[in-house]
């Protein structure tokens, strides 16, 4: 009996743990067997190219959620700080100093506008659906104005980072892959990471414990902020433009990519190396949809319905973790 019960844990903790690995495995098996072309190195960096901002922008999503928050304003807040930052490295002319300072000016903007996030939602206790919202349209605005609705074009070398490779890796690889070990380090090895957890899992009983709960929200927005910043950086490099209209629906691919990825929408839950497969997830679905010429507008329904079936996962995995904690806690007691 005990045997029985020790397997049954055990492939509980496979399903919880691996499951989304083994769908990444398997989408990779059959859309390769879709498509020759899918295999090649070629498409495989494209698509890792592809998804390189998206990711970035889930990481901090991730770190988001996990604390019960969320960021609907971020592709409006990497077109604001991309286009001042494309502006800015015009103005002072090309070179490294140039670009760094560029980079700087993103993401302070981005951190900025983060932390107007934070004030909303830890001093005014506003949602941070609500707040995050509303600096979508703000920041949107603010790009627009800032450019009279133009396109910045002819930014010269600013267009290394998004473009450029380091040997046989796009430079937009490197970066994800790097916020990729920052995240994990952040989740896994420190306090701040723990008190993330904690305050998505249960927001009152980290308080009680002594989590300065309010510091910890405004921290994660700040941490958001970098990863928001940089990716606006990596958009403009790659599209060769500063674009006051770009990133229309980043920030939605970043939330399907945290959800798909096992990330609870209701906190508490999450890790980098789940967002990172789910992006992979989502890359393999979009190149192979495009390689076997999917409409692009069936495209569209077959994403949204991945969306909700996610959050549905979600739900019911929540939901059957609780009935499962508190049917142990009933055996304890009936064992007393």
């Known amino acids: ?36 072309n899918f295999l090649t190195w070629g498409n495989l960096t494209n ?20 604390s019960g928050l969320l960021d609907l304003s971020s592709g409006s807040v990497m077109a604001f700080a991309g286009t001042l930052s494309v502006m800015c490295y015009k103005a002072l002319g090309e070179g490294a100093g140039s670009m760094l300072v560029a980079i700087l000016v993103a993401i302070a903007i981005a951190m900025f506008c983060n932390a107007l996030n934070a004030l909303m939602v830890t001093t005014f206790k506003a949602p941070a659906f609500i707040v995050t919202l509303a600096m979508q349209t ?3 605005g603010a790009a627009l104005l800032l450019t009279a609705g133009q396109n910045v074009y002819q ?7 998004g473009q450029g490779s ?19 380090y952040i989740l896994s090895d420190t306090r701040f990471g723990r008190s993330l957890y904690a305050i998505g899992g249960n927001e009152a009983a980290a308080n009680a414990s002594g989590i300065a709960v309010n510091k910890v929200k405004t921290a994660a927005y700040l ?6 910043g940089m990716a606006a950086v990596l958009f403009m490099s790659r599209v060769n433009a500063g674009l006051p209209n770009g990133c229309i629906g980043y ?53 949204g319905a ?3 079936l996610a959050v549905i996962y979600d739900i019911y995995a929540k939901s059957r973790r609780t009935r499962k904690k508190m049917g142990n806690i009933e055996d304890k007691a009936g064992k007393k």
């Open 47 to 66: 698509i890792s190219r592809q998804i390189s901002v998206t990711t970035i922008l889930a990481f901090g999503e991730t770190i988001l959620i996990i």
């Open 306 to 308: 991945i969306i909700a």
């Open 251 to 303: 920030e939605t691919e970043a939330l399907t990519t945290a959800i798909i990825g096992g990330t609870s929408f209701t906190g508490g839950i999450g890790t980098a190396g789940g967002t990172i497969v789910g992006a992979f997830i989502v890359g393999f679905l979009n190149n192979i949809m495009n390689l076997t010429s999917v409409n692009s507008y069936l495209q569209q329904i077959i994403k």
């Open 223 to 228: 941490v958001n902020g970098v990863m928001v």
């Open 155 to 161: 930014i010269g070398n600013y267009t290394v980072l």
């Open 166 to 184: 380091v040997w046989v890796i796009p430079i937009p690889i490197l970066f994800m892959l790097f916020f990729f070990l920052v995240t994990r």
């Open 1 to 36: 009996m005990q045997a029985k019960q020790g397997k049954a844990n055990l492939w509980e903790t496979i399903k919880s743990k691996y499951a989304i690995f083994l769908v990444l495995v398997v989408l990779f098996v059959i859309c390769s067997l879709l498509n020759s």
């Open 138 to 140: 703000m920041a949107r």
